[in-house]
Nanobody, 124 residues
Framework: QVQLVESGGGSVEAGGSLRLSCAASGDLKSRKSMAWFRQAPGKEREGVAVILTGSRGTRYADSVKGRFSISVDNAKNAVYLQMGSLKPEDTATYYC?????????????????WGQGTQVTVSS
């Protein structure tokens, strides 16, 4: 079992920045890939970014490339999402997720454990 707790969400104006954090605890052997997903009301869940905890390899959704950056701190068992140049369409609940295989998948069904989510609201 892995427990995930997100923090750092909030409200920001377009063009602003936010940094999301996700603290992991529990069976850390299951934490080979850590990712961020988001879901806006009435929309499907979208994979935003993923990082491999070993090699630090990353992958981003096209919608956030160049604006968001994912990082991991294995000593703190945490993953972060630095979000910049935020747009109103980035408004969503953001979820942290982990899986026990080291692949750069942005498909939610591959992930075993999920956090409770943190709300990000970007106003125009």
């Amino acid at each position: 079992q892995v427990q995930l707790v997100e923090s750092g969400g909030g409200s920001v104006e377009a063009g602003g920045s936010l940094r999301l954090s996700c603290a992991a605890s529990g069976d850390l052997k299951s934490r080979k890939s850590m990712a961020w997903f988001r879901q806006a009301p009435g929309k499907e869940r979208e994979g935003v970014a993923v990082i491999l905890t070993g090699s630090r390899g990353t992958r981003y959704a096209d919608s956030v490339k160049g604006r968001f950056s994912i990082s991991v701190d294995n000593a703190k068992n945490a993953v972060y999402l630095q979000m910049g140049s935020l747009k109103p369409e980035d408004t969503a609940t953001y979820y942290c997720a982990v899986k026990g295989t080291a692949t750069l998948s942005l498909m939610g069904y591959n992930y075993n454990y999920w956090g409770q989510g943190t709300q990000v609201t970007v106003s125009s």
